[in-house]
């Protein structure tokens, strides 16, 4: 079964930066793509990042340039460095798997998820 923490979240000022992390339980984690996806209040929730077995990445628009997906499959953890933050940055932060194996960073989210963290921008 894939149990997936998510930790990291916070309060930050416009222009900080934070570090998510997502410890992932279960075998195979390398093989599966992974992702982080956020929801603001009142917003549907929204890909930021994906990262594959391979680690290519895809990022949405918002993340480019600012946000960095890694993982460390020794870990099985997966990452989102996230810099320049905006205050409409803040979000709820959600971890995802993939399903199956080697599946595209241009797919859409796996069915298991974490908690959640929660990061909040604001001066």
């Known amino acids: 079964q894939v149990h997936l923490v998510e930790s990291g979240g916070g309060s930050v000022q416009p222009g900080g930066s934070l570090r998510l992390s997502c410890a992932a339980s279960?075998?195979?984690?390398?093989?599966?793509?992974m992702g982080w996806y956020r929801q603001a209040p009142g917003k549907q929730r929204e890909l930021v990042a994906r990262?594959?077995?391979?680690?290519?990445?895809y990022y949405a628009d918002p993340a480019k340039g600012r946000f960095t997906i890694s993982r460390d499959n020794v870990k099985t953890t997966v990452y989102l460095q996230m810099n320049s933050l905006k205050p409409e940055d803040t979000a709820i932060y959600y971890c995802?798997?993939?399903?199956?194996?080697?599946?595209?960073?241009?797919?859409?989210?796996?069915?298991?998820w974490g908690q959640g963290t929660q990061v909040t921008v604001s001066s």
């Open positions: 990262i594959g077995s391979g680690d290519t990445t």
């Open positions: 995802n798997q993939d399903q199956v194996w080697y599946g595209s960073v241009l797919g859409g989210p796996g069915p298991y």
């Open positions: 279960g075998i195979n984690f390398s093989r599966y793509t």
